[in-house]
């Protein structure tokens, strides 16, 4: 079965980090740009950062520029967004998606269709 894997979520305060991972099954990632989204309660689905296959252009949203990082490993066939500074607005579920390399290409990071979707990982910022 053909499918992305999220892992990494959990609680985490206010000013600190997580790196969460997105992992393909049935599948090789290198071929696939990549992003990240997440969507919190009662709020409309948001682009947070895409990778290109290879990595070498990335788009990160203003929301979280300067605190997020998306990174990919093609070896390990995994692809990483690392998250510090967390801020209670950063509380939602986080879900990795294959991306359009056209739409990244002008610096959007817009789900293909088709494309793969992850389960989610829940991130929750809270004191």
């Known amino acids: 079965q053909l499918q992305l894997v999220e892992s990494g979520g959990g609680l985490v305060q206010p000013g600190g980090s997580l790196r969460l991972s997105c992992a393909a099954s049935g599948f090789t990632l290198d071929a696939y740009p990549i992003g990240w989204f997440r969507q919190a309660p009662g709020k409309e689905r948001e682009g947070v950062a895409c990778?290109?296959?290879?990595?070498?252009?990335?788009n990160i949203a203003d929301s979280v520029k300067g605190r997020f990082t998306i990174s990919r490993d093609n070896a390990e066939n995994t692809v990483y967004l690392q998250m510090n500074s967390l801020k209670p607005e950063d509380t939602a579920v986080y879900y990795c998606a294959t991306v359009s390399p056209l739409k990244l290409m002008f610096r959007l990071c817009v789900p293909s269709e088709p494309g793969y979707w992850g389960q989610g990982t829940r991130v929750t910022v809270s004191s």
């Open positions: 990778i290109s296959n290879s990595g070498d252009r990335t």
